[in-house]
């Protein structure tokens, strides 16, 4: 990796890492001395690499500095100012080496506790998204707003008051107990799939597909799946949907880095391992009788990994549409699955439904009535691509729409 790229990348995923086991040794209400702690040490590595050269191990020099800048942090804190921090329930008593422990159970364990402390009931499900984007993802507040089509000053003040619920909610640095961990798995999910779809399709930087955030995102979930406590039905759904989505990462972008509308796909390059892996999760998840939107999305992918565009196939995919809009309505799924009519019923018919959404605000709609009306009248499919385009905000959207445009030259 370039010398360059090495510290911003170890920020997104070590960062995360560091504030989680930092916050279980000393607890959540110090996620902000946390937080200063990991930037600092940062910070130590942006003024000390370029000089001196990156370390043999990054990584590691990274939770060494860690160490000894909490260690600091806290007797610093203990001697002078111990107001402070009056109920602190840790003591700096023998805090050595093997006082923080950096493996990767610890990590994992640290980073899953984090998961359901941030989505604790007293914080709002909004913030609990962003709180986990900023700890657990390493997302900058710009990132976050984005991701939310908001303003930086009001993520901070969000973050701000985030965590002073969750300081006042004084909770233990482990998971809790399995009725608490059912009501609370739901905001998990959501900011795992959030975390995913960020970089599936990204509108924070003029990029195709960050396939760093997708892969995360997985990780998390994978930690889910892997604990006993936490492998639930909805849990494997998720992992699955994502493991669909991800089997396609190859074919979603050509050579200039434009994406391909699946349409166009060159299903060659979708991956069968990880079709073959959704799978498996998929069945995981049909355990038990609750049925959430993440299976109806999970089982939606799972036709789309299906290389042969048969009536069978648009057939499922609509009606998995239908009970996906009865259980959870949204208007990216609706218009997803005027596609799917388009494919079962025809252009025509599909025309009229997707003319009922008025979703004047999204260039995705008027893409897609600029496919349907292909054919049937060029003269409003190309009005609805210049609609598209001057909506579009993305070098990648403007692209595909140009080239949409050009074949009414």
Known sequence: MDRQELIPHLFRTEYRKIVAVLCKKFGFDQMDLAEDIVSETFLAATQTWPLEGPPVNPTAWLYSVAKNKARNAFRRLSFFDKKVIPDLK??????????????????????????????????????QIGLALRILCGFGIEEIADAFLTNKETINKRLLRAKEKLRQANLPTELPPAPEIEKRLGPVLKTIYLVFSEGYYSESQDEVLRKDLCLEAMRLCNMLVENTQTNKPQAYALLALMCFHASRFDARMDKNGDWVLYANQDRSLWNEDLILKGGYYLRCASGGDLLTEYHLEASIAYWHTQKTDTREKWENILQLYNRLLQLVYSPIAALNRTYALSRVKGKEEAVKEAEKLMLVG????????????????????KENFLRALALARTRADKSVIERKLAQFV
């Open 362 to 381: 999204n260039h995705f709609y008027f893409i897609l009535l600029g496919e349907l009306y292909t054919g049937i009248d060029d003269a409003k499919a």
């Open 90 to 127: 840790h003591t700096l008593t023998g805090f050595a080496e093997q006082d923080i422990d950096w493996s990767s159970q610890n990590i994992d364990d640290s980073q899953l506790q984090m998961m359901f402390a941030i989505c604790h009931p007293a914080i709002p499900p909004e913030a």
